[in-house]
């Protein structure tokens, strides 16, 4: 298994507040957090600001408090709130004050991991390139982070400033929150901080695959001094409150160590007075070019969760809630695709991604009603058979709660708890606030369904058959050196220090002389072999792509786990003078990793071969020019968009390599997100007004085998386990705001670097949505009528649908009380079927939402002595 962002140390300052102006106190002891003296149970879930528009920021995190989450939590991406050493900036997207009052606005509290590492599949971890440019700094040896070091060759020692640079930037956050009173002490909602660290990352990695194992020693001894280091300079910053450390077993004593993971029921801190606490919880995985798309199922992850709570756990953090977009040159890599939606129970575009929103909706509520028994003390464990177990919370000696667990991942079994029978599903718990009445089963996903998360199926826009787009103007990019940016070194240069990551691109250009006597109308046939670091490049020879012998083009690239790549391909020459171009492509700079700072990108050996011998031309003179013609030109840009740069013409080149298109555009109508279809493209960029949307690369496909369409959720999960979309792009859809769009004349342009066809982009927005669900006369009642002086003997199950973006049901398409089958999208009516049509039709149809109790008295009895349920499709829109 690939290194997971497991991030390993985390150092959280905590402060306090409450109500906007009123001061907070947090604390904790061996429990939980205590805010207010008062012991919490807390969930808390990732939204990081940038991945979205400040316009959406307000939906997203009211459907979070929708969702039950008492807390968000976001990174500070360095790399961009400070692109150049000093100077800041916090503007649009990045207006990070803006998005904590954004939460605080909502009532909820903010945990704010300050960095100044990040991972997160950012761009280099959110650390800045220009830090990898001071001299003497070295990130991966550690001890001279914060220890004077001698320098050998000067011969005295030297400060290294790696620390100080964090320690600035450390400080320049925390004034900046100061100054706005957003701390919790100051009546902000900023109830935690967090430090985190690049090296404790490493150190993890080295601890889970022990092909690192000698390194894991070195990084030991250096990350304990580290550890204190961090601590003292978050300490100094006088937030007065407690720290948090994630897996870092020996963390001082005043300071929380915490878990990450796919499951932390088995973590324990490393010490009795310390809650036990969970900083990242994934909730599916992240998307790469070039591979399919993973996603965890709502009752595993519920499952870990209930586990959590149900051994002692007291705060959650759920990585994503809502995912998000890398937008522009934000990703990291190498290969991370522009899309973050993380299969998060908000999807990319701000939608309520169901059933996981629902599912764990009902989760966090039924986990609220148990809160007074989770906090009061430690459970009681009980063994109620193999792999089935109880742990029981004590308020007073006749008044509990209780989780019922089967932990095996494979036999459904019956258990007798407190003198009662339960059925517990193979890998799922059961959650009674009584004792007595399961009020959620983590396996039972009684909420409402979506058909497709991103079914963007209306009012789609096809750019060319669209009246007020304009025809396509192009532009075709120069092959190799196109202007006075140029240089030459008498080597092949590494990528990365070459660019300092200002463009994805460097050009390498040499040419090849063939002495030989050629016979006309013959070509002297070479090999050529050209191995990369990474994470692309295309090949052309005397400007001409290199495709002649073979029908591919020449262009080789790597993939997330390996972005090194050997391109070998057949060429032609002609007598004398050839040139030969070499456009090597970043795709994102690692952010995770062992040496992810130093790991290096470009061609690093380029050899020609015949029959006879070969030459090494690894070692000539070679002219580079970093970035595009196009991007020196700024073809992007709003400005240019009546340039005469642009050809215009009734014939518009396709499939056609390093060319640069634009038109003009009217979005499809609704105030809804818009998602712009690539299948039509190969690789490239795109921008819309000018904001830059992202990388596409939408002919790598992932391979065509591992994906399974129905994963069972049951057993240990990990980011290989389910994935959908095998043989196919990663990402065909990209997301373009809303908030960057006018009612007509957008300006599209798009990068095309491999070649594809324009004309067959479309645009399409959601004007409506169908939504499902799918209850049966045995499931519990809804988690919200919960009450415990009630008898829950008199309480009916229901079948609950709603719609969100401020739609209305128009329609019902299904409703059968019996036995019907089949999943939303494709319900069948069953051998005992009862159209109850018109009852939801009466009930729902023009209303937000709707709720149908599923009794005999309401619905009739179509087959009595069989066990029966509902299932309704319904259509929400304007
Ligand atoms: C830390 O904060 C406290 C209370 O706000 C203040 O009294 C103290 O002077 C501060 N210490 C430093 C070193 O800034
Ligand atoms: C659980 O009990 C029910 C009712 O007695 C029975 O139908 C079912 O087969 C039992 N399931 C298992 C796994 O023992
Ligand atoms: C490069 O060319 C541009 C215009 O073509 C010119 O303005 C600029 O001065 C040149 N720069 C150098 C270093 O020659
Ligand atoms: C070959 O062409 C390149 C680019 O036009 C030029 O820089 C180089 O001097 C030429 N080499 C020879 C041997 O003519
Ligand atoms: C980049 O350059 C620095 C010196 O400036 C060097 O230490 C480092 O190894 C280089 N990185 C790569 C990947 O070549
Ligand atoms: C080509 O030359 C480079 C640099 O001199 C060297 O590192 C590399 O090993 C050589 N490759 C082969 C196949 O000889
Ligand atoms: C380009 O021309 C169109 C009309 O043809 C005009 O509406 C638009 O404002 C112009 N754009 C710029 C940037 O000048
Ligand atoms: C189920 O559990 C068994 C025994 O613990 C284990 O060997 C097996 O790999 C597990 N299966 C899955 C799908 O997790
Ligand atoms: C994207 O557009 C292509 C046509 O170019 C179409 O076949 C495909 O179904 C569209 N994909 C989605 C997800 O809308």
Redesign the pocket.
Known sequence: MESKKLLLVIILSMLLVFEKGASTTVTYDHKALVIDGKRRILQSGSIHYPRTTPEIWPEIIRKAKEGGLDVIESYVFWNYHEPVKGEYYFEGRFDLVRFVKTVQEAGLYVHLRIGPYACAEWNYGGFPMWL??IPGIKFRTTNELFKESVDQSLKKPVLFSMQNEMKLFLAKIVDLMKDENLFATQGGPIILAQVVSFIFVMMDVFVVENEYGNVEWAYGVSGELYVKWAAETAVNLNTTVPWVMCAQEDAPDSVINTCNGFYCDRFTPNSLSKPKMWTENYVGWFLAFGYPVPFRPVEDLAFAVARFFETGGTFQNYYMYFGGTNFGRTAGGPLVATSYDYDAPIDEYGFISQPKWGHLRDLHKAIKHCEEYLVNADPIHLSLGLKLEAHVYYKSSNDCAAFLANYGNSSDANVTFNGKSYFLHAWSVSILPDCKNVIFNTAKVVSQKTTGSTAFTHNTVTIENSLESDPWGWYQEKVGIANNHSFASPRLL?Q??TTKDTSDFLWYTTSINVEENIKKRKAKELQLMVGSLGHAALVFVNKKPVADLEPSLGFGYGNHDDASFVLSKKIHLKQGNNTVDILSMMVGLQNYGPWFD???AGVFSVIFSDLKNSKNFSSTEWIYQVGLEGEYLGLDKVSLANSSLWIQGSSVPVHQSLIWYKTSFSPPEGRGPISLNLSSMGKGQAWVNGQHIGRYWSSYRSPSTGCSDNCDYRGAYDSWKCLKKCGQPAQVLYHVPRSWLKPEKNLLVLHEELGGDPSKISFSTRSGQTICAHVSELDPPPVDTWKTDKDQTSQEPSLQLNCEQGWTITAVNFASFGTPTGDCGAFIEGSCHWDVLSIVHQGCVGKSGCSIPITMAKLGDPCPGVQKSLAVEAFCSV
């Open positions: 990898h440019f590494e990365i220090n130093i790991s290096g």
